[in-house]
């Protein structure tokens, strides 16, 4: 009966932290001053980059010890190879986030292909599962969440209904994009079961993430670490299936089909959500 109520207890934490992934801002306070914010957050993460390093041997962050190379110094002097730094610029603010490719995905152990959609693009739907910490201060990270079940999700903003899948905060789209591939679904009669799937790090200033609203489950400019497994994804998704995937409409061409409104009938609906323009 405990056994029950456990798994009762994950399905709804799982459940609620999928809507809370959905609300892409969380609640704003208003005249709040993100710019300010990222450059805490910069320093927070700059920081906590040299407070730990990759454990190899349990593909996971540990504290900093004698011997081992920081993340810092991982990112510095390129030894690992695995760890980049991501600078992406959102809402005119400047932001630097950061992945560790764990394993790319997408190849057999004889390199042979076994997901040939290649890397998701910032505007793909993706089946992943994840592993939340909160990075409460520069050398403590603590656990939010782990969830289990594999879950749709889009990378790309959408309105939040039951229509349309959860879309996912900005620091996934730009951390997944160009850096995982899927892997090959060998299901057979229980749960959803991939192998060789694309696994990463995500570290994520508060920005990219819930910002200054938080949600039920995390707190307000909260910086975040995931561990993602990417088990499949949908190339060229097309929100409002009218036949032109979503990243391609992209009408003034500058990578982001999240500011494109060419319909003066409908000047508040994105292009790659009006099915009237293609
Ligand atoms: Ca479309
Ligand atoms: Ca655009
Ligand atoms: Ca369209």
């Known amino acids: 009966m405990n056994k029950i109520k456990n798994i009762l207890a994950l399905v709804v934490l799982s459940i609620t932290v999928l809507y809370s992934c959905g609300d892409n801002n969380g609640i704003q306070v208003n005249n709040f001053d993100h710019e300010a914010q990222a450059l805490i957050d910069n320093d927070s993460l700059t920081q906590f980059l040299k407070n730990y390093y990759f454990d190899t041997s349990v593909d996971s962050i540990k504290p900093i010890t004698a011997g081992k190379t920081s993340l810092a110094d991982d990112l510095a002097n390129n030894i690992s190879g695995n760890f980049k730094e991501i600078k992406v610029k959102e809402n005119d603010i400047d932001y630097s986030m950061y992945v560790y490719v764990i394993e790319e995905g997408g190849k057999d152990a004889n390199n042979n292909v076994i997901n040939d959609k290649g890397f998701p693009t910032v505007m793909d739907s993706i089946l992943s599962t994840y592993q939340l910490w909160a990075i409460s201060r520069t050398d403590t990270i603590s656990l939010v969440e782990t969830g289990t079940n594999p879950f749709w999700l889009s990378l790309g903003p959408t309105p939040n209904s039951l229509d349309f899948a959860n879309s ?8 997944l994009k160009g850096n995982l591939n899927g892997g090959k679904n060998i299901t057979s009669n229980g749960p959803i079961t991939y192998e060789n799937f694309g696994r990463c790090i995500l570290i ?13 489950t995390i707190g307000a400019n909260q910086n975040l670490l995931f561990y993602i497994n990417l088990y499949d ?6 929100h409002d299936n009218d036949g032109v995937a979503s990243i391609n409409e992209d009408a003034n061409g500058d990578g982001d089909p999240r500011n494109d409104f060419s319909d003066d009938n409908n000047p508040a609906t994105p292009d790659y959500l009006n099915p009237n323009i293609k």
């Open 204 to 216: 994520i200033p508060s920005g990219l993430a819930y910002r200054n609203g938080g949600t039920t």
């Open 168 to 175: 996912s905060i900005r620091g996934w789209a730009y951390g």
């Open 233 to 238: 994804l949908v190339k060229d998704t097309d």
